[in-house]
């Protein structure tokens, strides 16, 4: 079994998850210590709120890197958390790590865009999210250095120049510009939200909508910054506190994964009892949380995919927000998911479902190719019988056209003959005996015509043709056509095969004193019935003709079913569809 | 007599049309298809149609429609169906309602001549021919307490020759019998069979027909 094999990767070392965690800690630790011996005004609130996004961002970050080493979003997380860290050594004496941290006190929200913008895969799959978050990195950056050579701030070895307005100028395009960028990052959501389709988990649902909140925070609050208006403290708070709620979020979906991976528990005890194929999808369906899952099974020897009834199924002409996950055993195709596309960031439910469904999925694999080459075969005797119905009815017609029509001709011109040699007694007599032997090779020929194809049911249907068979049979018949009109021709002649066979064992053996013929069409059927009242205990394998019957009836889809109980009569029933 | 004819065969159709008028009739419509006679019997007013149940283009049905178009549209002509298989369902449907004018007959009778002339002028005159087969087929078919046994062997001989549409005095000639015999057993095999007496002939083709197919 093997399921997007190339997007699993291999987890990264534990000694370098624990080190990044002592790291983080320590970093943790270190906001605290310089809160509390900086200058500011409420250092423990302003010190729990790095700690609120350090610690989860890099917590998360390390599950994530673990869980799905994948995805490049655990790297980014544990970047975002230690981002945050260093924004804190503003807060220290020295000149150096000061300047370090004030460098990068507008950079986190450059990353949180990033992380958003990047979930789940850790990749920005389109160059406009490229764009966007680049240029919110550059723009965290670049003007931040001018800014500080302007004079911005405190504490710092890079000002040269002192100019605060200037500086104070840079800092609002800065500011307003990633505001912006962080807006254009809310509709990226918002669009990849709609897109997802109905069956977008919930808990992915609230990742996305606190990502967005979260954007939307650091937007106003760099609005506020920038125009230097009250309560930025507050705000500045909230954002903090908003952005802190995202690994949360993150966690409580891995959490579900996990969960999910229970239903592939479920799963796997389901598939244990043997399910019928057909409950196969509804089981996979449960596992993935898709209820619009659908399962084509490949069929190498018809080259196609098929559902489990064995009819093929296009898979280019899926439908937008779906895709497909091929499932190959043992190196051989066996089926395809089509799935929802937010399936796609969970390949390891994928695989894990599909996994546990391989032999089942083999098995429906099976079923399907019965059916399909099941279907074929009653294609192949539907056409091979019809040909030879095709054949018969064209030599029939060449009989009657050619032969018949010769010999009657013939036969004509001889009386003629006869009338102009009438003093001739001898060549009279010769032409009578001639005109006698045309008359019996005219019944033959007649009879074989007949043989062939009873042309009255091409030319007048089942409802003419059946009175003669009536008239002929060797017992009293009733006979109950209630047809409206013709159905398909090659249902009539079934139908009528039926018939003349079923009275001709009638003849044979039923030792009957009376039958009758039942004609009906019911809901898309026509209903063949010849009922007798004689022996029954008929022979329904060997030579009564009953198999060709049946053969002939279920080529067309239909059923031919015989009740013989002994002493009890026979009744031959066929049930042919002509919707 | 005028008489239109409907055959597609080429060897059949001028050996008919000989036929016709050696035995004295005026072929006024000689036709390949059904459209043709539907025209010629506007058109020629033949007295008497020969139909081939058979007619181009598809050979199935085309020469039976065009027989019964005649009968509703123009039931002055006579109309004479020939056929190479005779099938009872289609007698009956031919003569649905009415026995008055119209024949159906196996297509090998025109070569016994005599017989076949008659039955044209039979049908021509408002008469019926039903081939002998037919009669046949519906006589000796099985029956609980077969009403048939009632008759002598001489009343089923004249129940059939009724059933084909031969007219008394034709009874009378092929059985060597009088006439005034002829209505006697006519009236005998009426009573046996519980059938309503009528004096008309061609109404009586379609009582006994419809007792024999019941």
């Not at chain 1, 429906?364 to 009653?378: D, G, K, P």
């Not at chain 1, 019957?549 to 066929?574: I, Q, S």
């Not at chain 2, 089923?156 to 008394?168: C, D, F, K, V, Y």
Request: hydrophobic letters at 50%.
């Amino acid at each position: 079994m093997n399921v997007g094999a190339e997007r699993l990767a291999a987890s990264p070392r534990p000694a370098l998850l624990a080190g990044i965690a002592v790291a983080g800690c320590l970093a943790g630790a270190l906001s605290v210590r310089l809160a509390y011996t900086a200058d500011i005004s409420t250092p423990g609130v302003r010190a729990a709120l790095i700690d609120w996004i350090t610690l989860p961002y890099i917590a998360a970050g390390l599950v994530a890197w673990w869980r799905r080493p994948e995805s490049r979003l655990g790297v980014l997380m544990i970047a975002g958390g230690f981002t945050i860290f260093l924004s804190s050594l503003a807060w220290a004496d020295a000149a150096l790590p000061s300047t370090v941290g004030q460098l990068f006190d507008i950079l986190p929200a450059a990353v949180f865009l990033h992380v958003y913008l990047a979930f789940p895969s850790g990749r920005l799959t389109t160059t406009f999210q490229r764009l966007v978050v680049g240029s919110a990195y550059a723009l965290a950056v670049g003007p931040q250095v001018v800014k500080m050579v302007l004079g911005y701030g405190s504490n710092h070895l890079l000002v040269i120049w002192t100019r605060p307005d200037a500086a104070q100028v840079v800092e609002r395009v800065q500011l307003l510009s990633i505001s912006a960028l962080c807006l254009v990052g809310i509709g990226i959501l918002a669009s990849r939200r709609f897109r997802s389709g109905p069956p977008l988990r919930r808990s992915l649902a609230a990742l996305i909508d606190s990502f967005a909140l979260g954007l939307l925070m650091i937007a106003g609050l760099f609005v506020i910054g920038a125009f230097a208006w009250p309560a930025f403290t507050t705000i500045q708070h909230l954002t903090l506190l908003i952005i802190g709620i995202s690994p949360f979020a993150f966690l409580v979906g891995l959490l579900s994964a996990r969960l999910a991976r229970s239903a592939v528990g479920d799963l796997f005890v389901a598939l244990r009892a043997e399910p019928p194929p057909e409950h196969l999808r509804d089981e996979l369906a449960r596992a993935l949380r898709d209820p619009s899952l659908a399962l084509a099974y490949w069929l190498p020897e018809f080259q196609s995919y098929a559902d489990l009834e064995g009819r093929a199924i296009d898979l280019t002409a899926e439908a937008d927000g779906r895709t497909t996950t091929p499932i190959d055993r043992n190196g051989a195709r066996v089926a395809v998911l089509l799935h929802d596309q937010s399936l796609d960031d969970e390949p390891e439910l994928l695989n894990a479902v599909t996994a546990a469904a391989g032999i089942a999925l083999e098995n429906a694999r099976l079923h399907a190719e019965l059916r399909a080459r099941v279907e074929e075969l009653a294609g192949s005797r539907a056409r091979v019988l019809e040909a030879g119905q095709k054949e018969r009815q064209r030599l029939e017609r060449n009989l009657h056209d050619g032969a018949q029509q010769r010999l009657i001709a013939l036969s004509l011109e001889l009386r003629f003959l006869e009338r102009q040699l009438a003093d001739h007694p001898d060549a009279v007599k010769r032409l009578d005996d001639a005109q006698r032997e045309i008359d019996v090779s005219l019944a033959e020929l007649r009879a074989v015509a007949w043989g062939l194809h009873p042309a009255v049911l091409t030319g007048h249907g089942l409802a003419v043709a059946l009175e003669q068979i009536a008239a002929r049979a060797p017992v009293p018949v009733e006979l109950n056509v209630d047809l409206d009109g013709r159905v398909a021709e090659d249902i009539e002649v079934a139908a009528y095969y039926v018939v003349t066979e079923s009275l001709a064992n009638v003849a044979k053996h039923a030792k009957a004193t009376r039958a009758t013929i039942g004609i009906d069409h019911m809901d898309g059927n026509l209903l063949v019935e010849v009922v007798d009242d004689g022996v029954g205990g008929a022979d329904t394998d060997r030579g009564s003709g009953l198999r060709g019957l049946a053969d002939r009836v279920e080529a067309l889809g239909g059923r031919l079913r015989v009740w013989t109980p002994r002493g009890g009569g026979t009744r031959v029933r066929a049930e042919i569809p002509c919707a | 007599m005028r008489v239109a004819i409907a055959e597609d065969s080429v060897l059949l159709r001028e050996g008919l049309v000989r036929l016709l008028d050696d035995a004295g009739f005026d072929v006024v419509g000689e036709c390949t298809d059904a459209e043709g006679l539907m025209r010629s019997v506007r058109s020629d007013r033949p007295d008497v149609a020969i139909v081939d149940i058979r007619l181009p283009p598809t050979h199935n049905d085309e020469g039976l429609r065009a027989a019964l178009e005649i009968r509703s549209e123009h039931p002055e002509v006579g109309v004479l169906v020939l056929s190479q298989y005779v099938e009872l369902g289609l007698a009956l449907k031919l003569l649905a309602g009415s026995a008055e004018g119209v024949g159906y007959l196996l297509k090998d009778r025109i070569r016994d001549v005599a017989e076949f002339v008659a039955a044209i002028r039979r049908v021509a005159d408002g008469g019926s021919a039903l081939d002998p087969v037919i009669v046949s087929t519906l006589v000796s078919r099985p029956r609980h307490d077969d009403p048939l046994e009632r008759l002598t062997k001489r009343e089923r001989q004249i129940l059939e020759l009724m059933a084909a549409g031969t007219s008394n005095q034709g009874i009378a000639d092929k059985l060597v019998i009088t006439l005034r015999g002829v209505e006697k057993h006519v009236s005998t095999i009426f009573g046996k069979l519980g059938l309503p007496a009528t004096r008309s002939e061609s109404r009586r083709v379609l009582a006994v027909l419809m007792f024999l197919r019941a």
